[in-house]
């Protein structure tokens, strides 16, 4: 689409007309893992000041965890887009028609 609106411009458009979400999902995605990231540092810390075998409990059960999670928000973040592309295809069938 060449007369794509800017971000910032997107998030003023009332209409709806177009979508930001395909533009900014990558970014979303980064943010979940840093999240995902800061939680699981967040959580071998707490488990060291504890006991050294607590942490080292949280390291391991953590790294699987933040494995799942990044799983869980890859597939959450494919679908949506995928609906989007749904979206998209059915009103340009729409158009044609």
Do not use: C, H
């Not at 997107?10 to 209409?15: C, I, K, Q, T, V």
């Amino acid at each position: 689409m060449p007369d794509e609106k800017g971000l910032f411009q997107g998030l003023a458009d009332f209409s709806f007309r177009e979508l930001i979400t395909p533009r900014i999902i990558k970014l979303l995605y980064v943010i979940l893992l840093l999240a995902g990231g800061v939680s699981l540092v967040a959580l071998v810390v707490q488990g060291m000041q504890q006991s050294a075998a607590q942490g080292l409990l949280a390291l391991v059960f953590g790294v699987v965890g933040l494995f799942v999670w990044a799983l869980y928000i890859r597939m959450m973040l494919e679908v949506v887009l995928v609906l989007l592309r749904i979206a998209a295809n059915t009103d340009r069938m729409a158009g044609n028609l």
